[in-house]
Structures are given as C-alpha cells and as structure tokens.
C-alpha cells in the first residue's frame, strides 16, 4: 500500500487547474480512485478547509467539502513524528511530521523547498511514477 500526505497546495492547484492532465489532477483523480492512501490529522483538514475555502479560488463549496470528506473516509488519522529541526515555512510542519509517522508514506509538495531534502517529499510528478509503478 502506498500513503501519502497531500500539501494543501497540490489540492489548490488540481481543483483551479484547466488541464485534466495535470500532475496534481492526476494525483487526486488516482487518490479518487484508491491507488493510494491520504494520511491527515485534525490540522491538515483544517488547513484544508480553511485554504479551500478562500474565495480567491472561487471553488464551489460542494466540491471541496466532497474532497476532504473523502480524504476522512478513506484516509488513515495519523499522529504527528516531532522533528526537531526548524522548517523554512513553519506552518507546513505539520505535513511533514505525518509522513514522518508512517515508514512507507510520501510528502507530495509543490514547495519541495519547504522542506528538508529526502526521498520521502515529492513532487506531484514523482510521486505519479511511484503510484503508476505498483
């Protein structure tokens, strides 16, 4: 099974996108699809909620109170690994420390630059060749 975190921004950038063919479309669309599973806490849905929510993107509500249900339903809760060191965005934190909780999960980012250099975070498009490679 493969796990995964979704940053906040991936979700962003597959709901506003035009092109179905996006890496972050495809992402969600497979997670849709129970290739892989979310990993989340009670902070990740509020960020998600809060972030999606922001008339600037000018989601319907529906569509992303559909998603993070789905992410709650067929994800896994997880608690979060304290890592000690400091983060260039502190408020992304939370997402690295529930990949950090489960050995075989995935960090997928578009801002690979908040956080340290590891296998363990990854691009939408990286992260397409290891779900597509299973």
Same mark, same amino acid.
């Given at each position: ?48 909620? #809060?972030?999606?929510?922001? &008339?600037?993107?000018? @989601?319907?509500?529906?569509?992303? &109170? ?10 896994? #809760? ?6 000690? #060191?400091?983060?260039?965005?502190? &408020? ?7 990949? @950090? ?24 498009? &990286? ?5 597509? #490679?299973?």
């Amino acid at each position: 099974m493969i796990y995964a975190v979704i940053d906040t921004n991936v979700l962003v950038s597959a709901l506003i996108t035009h092109n179905p063919q996006a890496a972050t479309s495809t992402v969600v669309g497979l997670m849709l699809q129970g290739a892989f599973t979310p990993l989340y806490d009670g902070d990740v849905i509020e960020e998600y909620r #809060e972030v999606l929510h922001r &008339d600037k993107f000018k @989601l319907l509500p529906a569509v992303v &109170d559909a998603l993070i249900s789905y992410i709650i339903e067929h994800g896994v #809760e997880m608690s979060r690994t304290a890592f000690p #060191e400091p983060l260039p965005d502190e &408020d992304d934190r939370v997402f690295y420390e529930i990949a @950090l909780t489960n050995e075989d999960s995935f960090l997928v980012t578009g801002n690979l630059k908040h956080y340290p250099d590891t296998p363990k975070v990854i691009t939408p498009a &990286d992260f397409l060749k290891v779900v597509l #490679e299973k």
